[in-house]
C-alpha cells in the first residue's frame, strides 16, 4: 500500500506557519496587501480567486480585488498593473491567467514589477531560480518540493523524471529538483519510448495535461508518483494525470486528485506573499 501525500494536512501546516509569521510581522507594525486581479468570469479562475482570498484572509494577509470586465483592452489592464506596482501599500500583485484572447499574458507578466511578482512568472524571477539566487518560486513546483520533504522523502541522488516542460511547471521543477540534488529528465510530447523513460523514476512528476494518462506500465516499482493535472472525468468527477487505480499498488508514494499538490500551489503563493517582507 503507497503512502498517500496529503496536500491538504501539509498545506495547512505551512498555513499555520504563516499564520503564526504574519502575526509577528503585524506586531512589528508590518502589513502585508496582495492586490488580486481577475479579467471575466470564467467559472475555475473565480474557484481560485475565492481560495486564493479564503488564505489570505487565514493568514491575516489583506487581499485587494480587482474583478474587470471580460472585454478589458489589454492598456487598461497594463495601465492598473503600473499603478499597482507604484503603490507601496501593495506588496503583491497577482494577475489571475488565463485571460482574455485580447490580452497578451506574457506581455502583463513582465509589466508586473519583479519586486511584487508572487507567482514568480517574470523573467527576472526565472532567471534567479535557475542561477540559485534568492527570489519568488513558481507556487506549484515549490508546493511539489514541500509535500516531498515533508513526507519525508529524499530528493538528493534520486533519478527524477518530470512529463510536461510548461514555463509554470515542467521547467521549474526541473530547476527546483537541481537544487536539492536531484538528477532531473524532462520529458515531453516528443519524447521517444516514453515508458523506458519514466520507468527510470525514483521520483515521477507528472504535468503533462491528459485525463490519466499515466498507468502502471509507465511506473518503476516502489518509485513516488506526485500527480500535477486535474481534470473532470465523464461522471464529472476530479482525476488527474494519473491512473490513480492502476498506479498506486506498484508506488511507494503517491499524490491524490482531488487533495494532492493543488491545496500546495495556494499555501506557496502565501509563502511568496509573506516573502515580499522578509529581510
Known amino acids: 500500500m503507497a503512502q498517500l501525500i496529503d496536500g491538504k494536512a501539509i498545506s495547512q501546516q505551512i498555513k499555520d506557519e504563516l499564520k503564526a509569521e504574519v502575526e509577528a510581522l503585524k506586531n512589528d507594525g508590518t502589513d502585508i496587501c496582495l492586490a488580486v486581479i481577475q479579467v471575466g468570469d470564467d467559472p475555475a479562475s473565480s474557484v481560485y480567486v475565492r481560495n486564493k482570498k479564503r488564505a489570505c484572509a487565514y493568514i491575516g494577509v489583506e487581499s485587494r480585488a480587482y474583478e474587470l470586465p471580460e472585454d478589458t483592452t489589454e492598456e487598461q489592464l497594463v495601465e492598473l498593473v503600473k499603478e499597482l506596482n507604484a503603490d ?10 488565463p ?13 508586473i514589477s519583479a519586486d511584487k511578482d508572487v507567482d514568480g512568472f517574470h523573467p527576472e524571477s526565472v532567471g534567479k531560480l535557475w542561477i540559485g539566487e534568492k527570489g519568488f518560486l513558481s507556487c506549484t513546483p515549490a508546493g511539489v518540493i514541500q509535500l516531498l520533504k515533508r513526507s ?4 538528493a541522488g534520486k533519478e527524477c523524471v518530470i512529463i510536461g516542460r510548461s514555463n509554470i511547471v515542467g521547467k521549474p521543477m526541473a ?31 507528472v504535468a503533462i495535461g491528459k485525463e490519466r494518462f499515466i498507468t502502471s506500465d509507465y511506473v518503476k516499482e516502489g518509485a513516488v508518483v506526485i500527480d500535477v493535472g486535474m481534470h473532470r472525468d465523464a461522471e464529472n468527477h476530479l482525476c488527474g494525470d494519473v491512473d ?16 494532492g499538490v493543488g491545496p500546495m500551489t495556494i499555501a506557496m503563493l502565501m509563502n511568496n506573499c ?5 529581510s
Not at 184 to 197: C, E, F, G, P
Not at 244 to 259: Q, R
Open 88 to 97: 507601496d501599500t501593495v506588496n503583491g500583485i497577482l494577475v489571475q491567467l
Open 99 to 111: 485571460l482574455p484572447a485580447q490580452i497578451d499574458e506574457d506581455k502583463i507578466i513582465r509589466t
Open 152 to 155: 519525508g522523502i529524499e530528493i
Open 175 to 205: 530547476a527546483l529538483l537541481l537544487r536539492e540534488n536531484g538528477t532531473v529528465t524532462i520529458a515531453h510530447s516528443r519524447t521517444k519510448n516514453l515508458a523506458d523513460v519514466t520507468r527510470r523514476a525514483d521520483i515521477l512528476i
Open 244 to 259: 490513480f487505480a492502476d498506479v498506486e499498488p506498484v508506488a511507494s508514494a503517491i499524490t491524490p486528485v482531488p487533495g
Open 274 to 278: 509573506v516573502e515580499t517582507v522578509r
